[in-house]
Nanobody, 114 residues
Framework: QVQLVESGGRTVQPGESLKLSCSASGFSFSAHWMCWYRQAPGKEREWVATIRSIDASVDYHASVKGRFIISRDNAKNTVYLHMDNLRPEETAVYYC???????WGQGTQVTGSS
């Protein structure tokens, strides 16, 4: 069955960097576009970034462009999100998702300390 296990979240100071990982199994990882989303307290889940399957081209939400980098390692069935210059308002649970699969992992909590 499909499994997505996010990890790497913790409490961070403003301006800190953090790298999240998402280990995938149960589907053909290399064939799927992979995405990161986040859900802040009291808000709807929002899309953060996408990395395509064939050429690993990427797209970012405007608010994270230039600070976040999404990458993938198909040999490890893992997608990453490197986040620089984190802001307190980016406190959220971060999730990864295969774009075309209707499945979510448990997410990993990133808490910005003000």
């Amino acid at each position: 069955q499909v499994q997505l296990v996010e990890s790497g979240g913790r409490t961070v100071q403003p301006g800190e960097s953090l790298k999240l990982s998402c280990s995938a199994s149960g589907f053909s990882f290399s064939a799927h576009w992979m995405c990161w989303y986040r859900q802040a307290p009291g808000k709807e889940r929002e899309w953060v970034a996408t990395i395509r399957s064939i050429d690993a081209s990427v797209d970012y939400h405007a608010s994270v462009k230039g600070r976040f980098i999404i990458s993938r390692d198909n040999a490890k069935n893992t997608v990453y999100l490197h986040m620089d210059n984190l802001r307190p308002e980016e406190t959220a649970v971060y999730y990864c998702k295969a774009q075309k699969l209707d499945f979510w992992g448990q997410g990993t909590q990133v808490t910005g300390s003000s």
